[in-house]
């Protein structure tokens, strides 16, 4: 569930781009801090900050850093979830309903800074300010309330591949699902 609310807030962030001015296709690179807060349908919130990494060749790193250390490596066929503090790494194969042309053709321009998108029956809202994506939210399958803030968004900057390669040291755990 966790590592595909991630996977869908990419493609929902690569469907802007293909639906607005800004056109997906000039898109190189995408990279933002950014401020994760979910809410519980009793009242309660958790907040996440930390980096995102994205090339267009597929490739998608999310650096959470509060307040736990977790990475999510995202490549075309696996997400990997680097989790340092418990020495341990899960690997899952991608599902095959996660197709990225069908979640760019569905994101709609609803006004100026908004768009709307819905997958496997979940609404995403997407919010945009100077051509750049400023938030997404959406509610999960769990009713929590997800909004997802970009700050210091930079596009088609240099994003070395190496950052995308996980390489567990030998004494994780890796869990295959």
């Known amino acids: 569930m966790f590592y595909k609310s991630v996977i869908l807030g990419f ?19 995408f990279k933002a801090n950014f401020t994760q807060t979910i809410k519980s349908a009793e009242d309660k919130n958790i907040e996440y900050n930390g980096e995102v990494f994205i090339k267009n060749t597929g490739n998608i790193l999310w ?9 999510v490596y995202v490549n075309n066929s696996y997400v990997i979830i680097d989790e340092p503090q418990l020495e341990q ?3 899952t194969s991608l599902q095959d309903d996660i197709n990225l042309i069908e979640i760019l053709k569905k994101a709609k321009k609803v006004d100026e800074n908004k768009y709307l998108a819905n997958i496997e029956n979940t609404d995403y809202e997407i919010f945009v ?12 399958k ?11 968004v930079v596009n088609n900057s240099k994003i070395d591949d190496g950052i995308f390669k996980f390489s567990a040291p030998d004494y994780y755990d890796i869990i295959r699902k």
């Open 89 to 91: 790494a899960i690997i």
């Open 63 to 71: 650096k959470y850093k509060t307040p736990i250390q977790k990475n």
């Open 129 to 140: 300010k100077n051509s750049n994506i400023e938030k997404i939210t959406y509610k999960d």
């Open 142 to 152: 769990l009713e929590n309330f997800v909004a997802i803030n970009f700050l210091d």
């Open 11 to 29: 493609f929902l962030t690569t469907s802007l781009f293909a639906n607005s001015s800004f056109s997906f296709e000039n898109l190189e690179t």
